[in-house]
């Protein structure tokens, strides 16, 4: 009898063991009217947890509607999508119920979606603990503690009319981990701030991140929230397109930099999405050339559209292929 050979990398599907977030070629079609919209078109994701991440993209790229599933306010056409180990696309409704209530917090980039208006910064923070099993003092206590972290501790028996934007931000971002969530959705938390009041909420943020190690997605048009972060995804067309990596750096006077450096995305079937500046510089559409070099991928236009030899740009002739 011979024996199975090991599966390559290629071979071995991620699985919701593999990190906070897994979107193993997720997909999600709109239909109605006769109209087909593919929101998201094979989408490959991992965050780790314990990561602060940052998710960009033009409207109608997709991310809403990844941030949506995430959330389990909405689900998968195709595809799978895990969160704490968890497969979104298997719950049931109770379960999806369960999972909002338990595993993920979300903050809304409206500040009146966020906070009931009618009760105090404290009372939204015990509301949704009221739910589980923690002891009337736990709650009290873990509130207090919330918006203490938050740094609007004297908020704490104000109602929304009687903050800030970025106060009432800070509160939400208090409810929204009150009951100990693995993961914190923020869909454009600083979008109806000053730049100033937009880096206090942002802070929070990177506090609960840091000193409460909840994993974070932050979608954003701000790039001073964006260029704060150790990795920013760009999504277009209903797939990852590109990554920033931050990374910093002290020099040998000890003052410490950040550089960042973009990356596009490879997904498992071997597809890159090239940046649109790029292509339209370099007039590329259709299709284009590789040439393998020591150590990378030359991607070359297509020469036939404008030369009639086959030598890449600044390049020598070369030989026929066979």
Not at 146 to 162: F, Q, S
Not at 212 to 238: E, F, N, P, Y
Request: aromatic content about 4%; hydrophobic content about 35%; proline content about 5%.
């Amino acid at each position: 009898m011979t024996e199975r050979a090991a599966p390559t990398p290629d071979d071995q599907l991620p699985t919701g063991s593999d990190g906070m977030i897994v979107c193993d070629r997720l997909v999600r079609i709109y239909s109605g009217e006769g109209i087909e919209v593919q929101a998201l078109q094979g989408l490959d994701l991992l965050i780790a947890p314990g990561d602060l991440t940052a998710l960009i993209g033009a409207a109608g790229s997709g991310k809403s509607t990844l941030i949506n599933i995430l959330a389990g306010l909405d689900t998968p056409t195709a595809g799978k999508a895990w969160v704490a180990g968890q497969d979104l696309g298997a719950m049931t409704a109770q379960e999806r119920l369960a999972y909002r209530r338990s595993t993920v917090g979300f903050v809304w980039q409206q500040t009146s979606r966020n906070l009931l208006p009618y009760m105090t910064a404290r009372q939204n923070v015990l509301l949704p603990m009221r739910l589980g099993l923690m002891g009337r003092r736990e709650r009290q206590r873990r509130a207090d503690s919330l918006l203490g972290t938050m740094g609007i501790a004297y908020c704490a028996d104000r109602t929304p009319d009687r903050m800030s934007g970025g106060e009432q931000q800070r509160a939400a971002i208090a409810t929204a981990l009150a009951n100990e969530p693995k993961l914190l959705l923020a869909d454009e938390p600083t979008g109806e701030l000053d730049s100033s009041t937009a880096q206090d909420v942002f802070s929070a943020l990177q506090t609960a991140n840091t000193e409460l190690g909840v994993t974070m997605l932050v979608v954003t048009h701000d790039s001073a929230v964006s260029s704060q972060v150790r990795r920013t995804i760009a999504i277009r067309d209903g797939k990852i397109s590109s990554e920033t990596i931050r990374h910093a750096a002290t020099d040998e006077r000890g003052e410490t930099t950040l550089h960042a450096r973009e990356y596009a995305t490879l997904d498992r079937a071997g597809r890159v999405q090239l940046p649109r500046k790029m292509i339209r510089r370099l007039g590329m559409r259709n299709r284009v050339e590789l040439q393998e070099e020591p150590g990378h991928i030359g991607v070359w236009p297509d020469q036939a559209l404008g030369h009639t030899t086959d030598e890449a740009p600044g390049q020598a002739p070369r030989q026929e292929r066979e």
